[in-house]
């Protein structure tokens, strides 16, 4: 009843950019943090951004000055921006969102299917 849609990955040269995208839809009374995953092949998963409700930001030391995350909350939206690609960026980035439905108390997480992000030349 709650799904995340992601879309904006694919194949970039080292030095591009890429913006990836996830909408949230259904039954939502409201959204506190949102963010983005990526695990690369043999790794674990780790977190690479996240923004607040309110717009607070925190990134990987990766991302740092490179990756940009940013939100749109009247459509339900998050972005992610990433500039200076390199080969080490390449995996599958993964949506989450802490989402409260409509009729409920608590936000709980919900995920995307994730989208593979490719950077080679």
């Known amino acids: 009843q709650v799904q995340l849609v992601e879309s904006g990955g694919g194949l970039v040269q080292p030095g591009g950019s890429l913006r990836l995208s996830c909408t949230a839809s259904g039954s939502i009374f409201s959204i506190n943090d949102m963010g983005w995953y990526r695990r690369a092949p043999g790794k674990e998963r780790e977190l690479v951004a996240v923004i607040t409700s309110n717009g607070g930001t925190n990134y990987v030391d990766s991302a740092k000055g490179r990756f940009t995350i940013s939100r749109d909350n009247t459509k339900n939206t998050v972005y992610l921006q990433m500039n200076s690609l390199k080969p080490d960026d390449t995996a599958v980035y993964y949506c989450?969102?802490?989402?409260?439905?409509?009729?409920?108390?608590?936000?709980?997480?919900?995920w995307g299917q994730g989208t593979q992000v490719t950077v080679s030349s």
């Open positions: 989450n969102a802490d989402i409260r439905r409509w009729g409920t108390i608590h936000a709980i997480p919900y």
